[in-house]
Each structure stands twice: as structure tokens, then as C-alpha cells.
Nanobody, 123 residues
């Protein structure tokens, strides 16, 4: 089992920045990837960033490329999501997720996910 705990959400004005953190504990060696997805009321779940924990390679949704950066600190078993140039449309609950296989849209049915942290961007 793996436990994920997010932190770092909040309310900011458009153009601002936030850094989300996701601390993992438990059997983290089983994980192939970790990442973040978001979900706003009435909208579909969107996977925004993935990092493949073994090699460090990353993937971003087109909607966030150039603004979001995912990184990891293996010593702390923590994944970060740096969010810059925030837009009102980034408002959502952001969830950290992790998976053992990371196939396709893995976040749709991730093995593990956290409780979420709210990001609210005002114009």
C-alpha cells in the first residue's frame, strides 16, 4: 500500500504561482509513476502532469505545458508541481496519484491517490 498526502493549494490571483507537494509513504518502490490530475465541478478529470519515477521523464497535458513543472525528490519520496502563470481556468481540486503500471490515461484508474488540494484562481 501507498499513502499520498498533498499540500500547497490555495487561492491566488491570475498570474500568480503555487507549488503543490505530494508526500508518498509505504511501498513506494512499487510505483512506476506519480502525477497530478485535476477536476473542476462539472468538468471531466484531466491528467496534467506525470513523472516516471525511475527515469525522471515527464509528461504534460497541452493545457499546462510551459506553465506547470513536475519534479521529484527521491530522498523525501515527494513529488512537486510548480504552477506558474495561473489562470482562472486552472481552478480545480488537484489530486496527487500514483500507479504501478502507468498505462495510457493511468490517472483515470490510478492505484493510489490523495485527498486533493484546492486551487482557486481569481481574475
Amino acid at each position: 500500500q501507498v499513502q499520498l498526502v498533498e499540500s500547497g493549494g490555495g487561492s491566488v490571483q491570475a498570474g500568480g504561482s503555487l507549488r503543490l507537494s505530494c508526500a508518498a509513504s509505504g511501498h513506494t518502490s512499487s510505483l512506476m509513476c506519480m502525477g497530478w490530475f485535476r477536476q473542476a465541478p462539472g468538468k471531466v478529470r484531466e491528467g496534467v502532469a506525470t513523472i516516471y519515477t525511475g527515469v525522471g521523464s515527464t509528461y504534460y497535458a497541452d493545457s499546462v505545458k510551459g506553465r506547470f513543472t513536475i519534479s521529484q525528490d527521491n530522498a523525501k519520496n515527494t513529488v512537486y508541481l510548480q504552477i506558474n502563470s495561473l489562470k482562472p481556468e486552472d481552478t480545480a481540486m488537484y489530486y496527487c496519484a500514483a500507479d504501478r503500471f502507468c498505462d495510457g490515461s493511468w490517472y483515470e484508474d490510478a492505484d493510489y491517490w490523495g485527498q486533493g488540494t484546492q486551487v482557486t484562481v481569481s481574475s
